[in-house]
């Protein structure tokens, strides 16, 4: 079994700044990608940042300069500061990671249950 868990959503006006986190736990073997997708009302999901293993970097352009990913290894947990929020980053923001459950597996896509972040203007 493994649980992606996301916290920090809520609600804030345009402007402002939120800090998402998410937990893997479980029976982890190893942690390739991680990172955050986001759906909006009407939308498709989206990625949103994509972080791999050794620290490489990927965001959405529609993000970039506003949004900072980080991720712990140790910890095995991924961030999400969110800064100059705009109405159009109202979504749900949901965790992604590449997890191998067993030694020499291939990685599968594993997914949290989504935190509503919502910017009001």
């Known amino acids: 079994q493994v649980q992606l868990v996301e916290s920090g959503g809520g609600l804030v006006q345009a402007g402002g700044s939120l800090r998402l986190s998410c937990a893997a736990s479980g029976i982890i073997s190893s942690i390739n990608a991680m990172g955050w997708y986001r759906q909006g009302p009407g939308k498709q999901r989206e990625l949103v940042v994509s972080?791999?293993?050794?620290?490489?970097?990927t965001y959405a352009d529609s993000v970039k300069g506003r949004f900072t990913g980080s991720r712990d290894n140790a910890k095995k947990m991924v961030y999400l500061q969110m800064n100059s929020l705009k109405s159009e980053d109202t979504a749900v923001y949901y965790c992604?990671?590449?997890?191998?459950?067993?030694?020499?597996?291939?990685?599968?896509?594993?997914w949290g249950q989504g935190t509503q972040v919502t910017v009001s203007s």
């Open positions: 992604n990671a590449e997890i191998s459950m067993t030694f020499g597996t291939k990685p599968k896509n594993y």
């Open positions: 972080i791999t293993s050794d620290g490489k970097t």
